[in-house]
């Protein structure tokens, strides 16, 4: 039997601030290819991925959604970037592409305003920050609220903003690891869902330490979005994050996860 081919790898659109197109489903960019579920199970939640840079958390959703253990369909992936690598991850899963530079907008409200005309295009059920590095105005977040996702390299409420890795190993910290939350106004401040954590070695530099969380990382986001795919999670009242029906007073742990919670 002959190989399957790959996919063709897809087209990248770079928008112009006057010519960011009228939110309509699925016409700005490619789609990638529907994964196919069992029968009687919900079709897969399109979702949306933003990113600045490499991609690597983009890449293990991408290979979830191809081996069908994560009910998702990735409908674009959005950068504000034109050399951000992931872009060519997702060209090459055959997943549609779109940059739409911050630097070509005068203030923070207009670019915001233009991603979320952007997004809204998919209709996507979800929103995830692959490392999009941008701090969102109130108005995109209360726009995606309940619906929007990041990934942070720390264990918050601990080391929010940059160079968690390097300031860890400044305060002498035994544990490190990273955060999947629900996005908020306050800068990775909001309901925090799901935490990894790693030791940290007498001689860790901040690179080692960071390969070390990274590796967590690519475990930590995935159950994340298939929980929320699922419809187990969702933020509830008082912005606690539910699942199961059951509200998080305090992120649970990757390593301490029931294996109904692993379902």
Known sequence: MSPVPPPAPAETTT?????IPDPHPCLACPQAPVQTLATGNPPPLP???LISGSGSNLQALIDGATDGSLPIRIACVIANRGDAYGLERARRAGIGTQVLSHKDFGDRKTF??????LIDGFQPGLVVL??????????????YQGRLLNIHPSLLPKYRGLHTHERALAARETEHGATVHFVTAELDGGPAILQARVSVAADDDASRLAARVLV???????QVVRWFAQGRLELGPNDLPRLDGQALAEPLRLDLLTPDQLA
């Open 130 to 143: 692959a490392g999009f590095m941008r701090i969102l105005t109130p108005d995109f977040v209360a726009h």
């Open 15 to 19: 928008w112009a601030p006057d010519r």
């Open 216 to 222: 967590q990382e690519h475990r930590l986001y995935p």
């Open 47 to 49: 979702i949306v991925v």
């Open 112 to 117: 915001d305003t233009a991603l979320m005309a």
